[in-house]
């Protein structure tokens, strides 16, 4: 009868251990996969802002005084197109740089979604075949503001003399602790909120806020 016990006993013992040994394999896999999905969510927005800031940079450049108030050619917040130069040692034609950002992946959670936006980047040179590339996803579709000069928002797109880029990244893929998930989200009532705390789960940490001011546009 005791061997039987002790048995029995060995059994709970080992079955609680291993259990235990799961679940800290998998709390640590789950950090592992976060972490380093997370590094390249931010490597890949930095490589985004440098790109974007340098573009921006050369909004006007060689472009004549007189046409100052056509440089701004398109000025949303999901669309920026500007004049520049780009070959001034080959013509005196202008040049284009268009940003362009277009909803691509709407992941799902139920009751509630998020959307993913590509940015397309095209480079239009004067008798050349336009250069269009996806430079990376974000999770903000409202990337540009429009200031005047001393940083309120252009109440006309003629006022503009800097411009503001935000960009927001994310890890949809972020693995959730499934009893913290639904401790959190049970709670919450109404899809708005649900996606607000879903969202802040997601650790939208990666951010970045640039304003450039242009001094083509400030002539």
């Known amino acids: 009868m005791n061997s039987m016990l002790d048995i029995l006993a060995g059994m709970l013992i080992g079955g609680m251990i ?5 679940t800290v394999t998998e709390r640590g896999n789950r950090e592992f996969f976060n972490y380093n999905a997370d590094a390249i969510v931010q490597s890949n927005l930095a490589q985004i802002a440098h790109i974007t800031e340098w573009d921006l940079r050369k909004m006007g450049y060689g472009i004549k ?8 050619q398109v000025a949303e917040d999901d669309q920026l197109k500007y004049l520049t130069h780009l070959n001034a040692s080959t013509d005196q034609v202008a040049d284009t740089i268009e940003y362009t950002i277009i909803p691509d992946e709407v992941i799902d ?19 050349e075949t336009p250069d269009v ?14 200031l005047d000069q ?15 880029v935000t960009l927001v990244a994310f890890n ?17 009532n109404g899809a708005k909120q649900r996606k607000e705390e879903l969202t802040r789960l997601l650790r939208p940490s990666f951010w970045r806020q640039t ?4 001094k083509n546009l400030r002539r």
């Open 150 to 164: 001393i940083g309120n928002p252009a109440p006309v797109q003629m006022a503009t003399r800097m411009v503001e």
């Open 65 to 72: 005084e007189a046409q100052t108030p056509t440089i701004l």
């Open 133 to 146: 590339n996806m430079i990376g996803k974000i999770g903000n579709g409202n990337v540009f503001r429009y």
């Open 109 to 127: 959670y139920g009751d509630t979604s998020l959307t993913m936006y590509n940015i397309y980047r095209k480079i239009t040179i004067a008798g």
């Open 211 to 214: 304003r450039l001011v242009s």
């Open 172 to 188: 949809p893929r972020v693995v959730l602790s499934p009893d913290f998930v639904a401790a959190r989200l049970d709670s919450v």
């Open 18 to 22: 291993m259990i235990l040994t799961l």
